[in-house]
């Protein structure tokens, strides 16, 4: 949202345009005292984050299933906690990474899930709680956590109390999967929400998902966390922001 801006003038478009929460996948480039100032100055609150998500012009995802990159893992757990404790975002998601040879996988999981733990730990340390988002194969190819089953066997597998799931409605649309059916069978598991209309990614009303349907769902599992909108705006973010009357 808003990326027609440069990052650093996107807080106060958003506090302009009605919002009171923000987040950001990778705000790396700005030093957290700023952000901190930024959200303060225009009465922001940082919902969530994510873990350096290693070599972006390589086309990396994450490097927590990566083989023989544990050790960076270790250290970008710090360097994110630490960004994140600076901003006060409320989570911190740990990308998987792609798979990029099949034969690795089962090595690669068992990597994830040993990085996912020690993660953990270090967050419940801060008394912080990391998430976990099951990202479609049609958004990007091979990534370890593509299915939201993935992400609940994930979740349980490591077994922590402050390890959740950053439940994506268009993602786990395109897998076939039905949002609303879903919330509703997992609420104890989803602590944050994206949306996206589907087919397209653009805002709610431009595709076939039924968004009354989903929210309705939220309301009657008692959903109280956010809701962040990832989806690409068909053109001007403000302009595209219309269609919140509707709903």
């Known amino acids: 949202?808003?990326?027609?801006?440069?990052?650093?003038?996107?807080?106060?478009?958003?506090?302009?345009?009605?919002f009171r929460e923000v987040?950001?996948?990778?705000?790396?480039g700005l030093a957290a005292a700023r952000v901190r100032e930024l959200c303060d100055q225009h009465d922001l609150s940082f919902v969530q984050m994510a873990l350096p998500a290693g070599d972006v012009a390589r086309g990396e995802k994450g490097i927590a299933c990566l083989l023989g990159r544990e050790q960076e893992f270790q250290q970008?757990?710090?360097?994110?906690?630490?960004?994140?404790?600076?901003?006060d975002s409320r989570f911190v998601h740990v990308?998987?990474?792609?798979?990029?040879?099949?034969?690795?996988?089962?090595?690669?999981?068992?990597?994830?899930i040993t990085n996912l733990r020690f993660a953990c730990d270090a967050a419940a340390a801060r008394g912080m709680t990391l998430l976990v988002e099951p990202i479609g194969g049609a958004t990007i190819s091979g990534y370890l956590?593509?299915?939201?089953?993935?992400?609940?066997?994930?979740?349980?597998?490591?077994?922590?109390?402050?390890?959740?799931?950053?439940?994506?409605?268009?993602?786990?649309?395109?897998?076939?999967?039905?949002?609303?059916?879903?919330?509703?069978?997992?609420?104890?598991?989803?602590?944050?929400?994206?949306?996206?209309?589907?087919?397209?990614r653009h805002e709610p009303g431009t595709g076939m998902f039924d968004f009354i349907r989903f929210f309705?769902?939220?309301?009657?599992?008692?959903?109280?966390?956010?809701?962040?909108?990832?989806?690409i705006p068909a053109g001007d973010t403000r302009e595209g922001l219309s269609w919140r009357s509707r709903f």
């Open 216 to 231: 309705e769902a939220l309301d009657r599992v008692g959903y109280l966390g956010s809701v962040g909108l990832e989806y």
């Open 76 to 87: 970008s757990v710090e360097t994110g906690l630490d960004y994140a404790q600076a901003i």
């Open 1 to 18: 949202m808003f990326t027609e801006r440069p990052l650093e003038e996107r807080f106060a478009a958003a506090a302009a345009a009605g």
């Open 145 to 200: 956590v593509d299915h939201p089953a993935k992400a609940l066997r994930a979740i349980a597998d490591v077994g922590a109390p402050n390890l959740r799931m950053l439940f994506d409605a268009f993602h786990a649309t395109d897998a076939g999967v039905d949002a609303s059916t879903f919330v509703q069978q997992h609420p104890e598991t989803i602590a944050h929400i994206h949306i996206a209309d589907h087919p397209g």
């Open 23 to 28: 987040e950001h996948p990778g705000p790396y």
């Open 95 to 112: 990308m998987a990474g792609v798979v990029s040879e099949p034969e690795v996988f089962d090595a690669t999981r068992e990597c994830y």
